[in-house]
């Protein structure tokens, strides 16, 4: 089993910057890979960003240059720094674990982005 404990959402302009963070309750690098993952209002869930255990990372082609996965290992956490926001990120964020060949989730965090 793996809790995932997200922070870091909030309300921010147009073009600012948040940071949002995500500790498991195991050592990250048990853990196959994490990401973190965003749904808006009546659409699907989407991948926007992750890294796996060995360190490699890949990203939604919307957020490539704009946003940045990394982890920190001591403290069990991964980061989604979030630059040059859109109105089009806002968005519940979810950070997702697999660990054991089993997806697990956090609770979600809100992010909105407007003017």
């Known amino acids: 089993q793996v809790q995932l404990v997200e922070s870091g959402g909030g309300l921010v302009q147009p073009g600012g910057s948040l940071r949002l963070s995500c500790q498991a309750s195991?050592?990250?690098?048990?853990?196959?890979?994490m990401g973190w993952y965003r749904q808006a209002p009546g659409k699907q869930r989407e991948l926007v960003a992750a890294i796996s255990r060995g360190g490699g990372t890949n990203y939604a082609d919307s957020v490539k240059g704009r946003f940045t996965i990394s982890r920190e290992t001591a403290k069990n956490t991964v980061y989604l720094q979030m630059n040059s926001l859109k109105p089009e990120d806002t968005a519940v964020y979810y950070c997702?674990?697999?660990?054991?060949?089993?997806?697990?989730w956090g609770q979600g965090t809100q992010v909105t982005v407007s003017s």
């Open positions: 997702n674990a697999d660990f054991a060949v089993k997806d697990y």
């Open positions: 195991v050592s990250i690098f048990t853990i196959y890979a």
